[in-house]
């Protein structure tokens, strides 16, 4: 449900354009890991996705299934809170191992926080978080690095910038590009292996914000 509502809501909001490196998510289940850069990113990753047949089980903060109605649907969905800084933790990657054991893909943040900048424009992702390298290790799955750039124009900086990029979208219809990298295994020493991740998907953040720029530049007939 929340990829169909994601799905018809970006192409209010802005041009959304997908590519891939692959035809299809591998069998049996992946470890997607994507740039975070807006409140807007997750609706354009999910719509990307479903564009690519891809329905995943994403980790969200906590706090969103306070939410009236969004909580609901988001424990339909099958995704997982991460309480981060209590005792329950370590419960997401546990549930995580879970969903990817049963052959689905599970979307997670790298750097599992927005950067705090308050200008519109994309930039390489930042340090990443070991979780997403310690759950593919567990559950013996790949990566799929993702990258995305655009979703900024959309909702960026302060409250107020933020609801004013929102209203204004539709007006506006910024370029969106998401891009999915090939897959690749990960070594078992989970430093390593998180270096390794912030790299394909900074990697895959680079062709999606080229293309993006690439695709703005060319005249219209």
């Not at 009236?68 to 809170?81: I, K």
């Not at 879970?98 to 424009?121: F, H, K, N, T």
């Not at 790949?142 to 990029?165: C, E, M, N």
Request: aromatic share 2%.
């Amino acid at each position: 449900m929340l990829s169909r509502l994601a799905a018809a809501i970006v192409p209010v909001l802005g041009r959304l354009a997908v590519t891939a490196d692959v035809p299809r998510a591998p069998e049996g289940g992946a470890v997607i890991v994507a740039n975070h850069t807006s409140l807007a990113d997750p609706v354009v990753v999910l719509a990307a996705l479903r564009r690519m047949s891809i329905e995943p089980v994403v980790l969200c903060a906590a706090g969103l299934w306070r939410v009236p109605l969004l909580g609901g649907a988001l424990t339909r969905e099958g995704y997982v809170p991460v309480r981060r800084g209590t005792a329950r933790a370590a419960e997401a990657l546990t549930e995580a191992e879970a969903a990817l054991r049963a052959g689905r893909c599970v979307l997670v943040y790298g750097e599992g926080c927005i950067p705090p900048r308050r200008d519109a424009s994309d930039a390489p992702p930042q340090t990443f978080r070991s979780g997403p390298a310690r759950l593919a290790i567990r559950a013996g799955v790949p990566l799929l690095p993702l990258g995305q750039a655009g979703a900024r124009r959309i909702t960026s900086g302060s409250v107020a910038k933020q609801l004013a990029g929102l209203l204004t979208a539709p007006l506006r219809r910024p370029r969106l590009h998401v891009h999915l990298g090939a897959p690749a295994h990960l070594p078992a020493d989970t430093a390593s292996a998180t270096d390794l991740i912030r790299q394909s998907v900074t990697s895959a953040w680079r062709t999606a914000a080229d293309r993006r720029v690439a695709t703005g530049s060319r005249p219209t007939n």
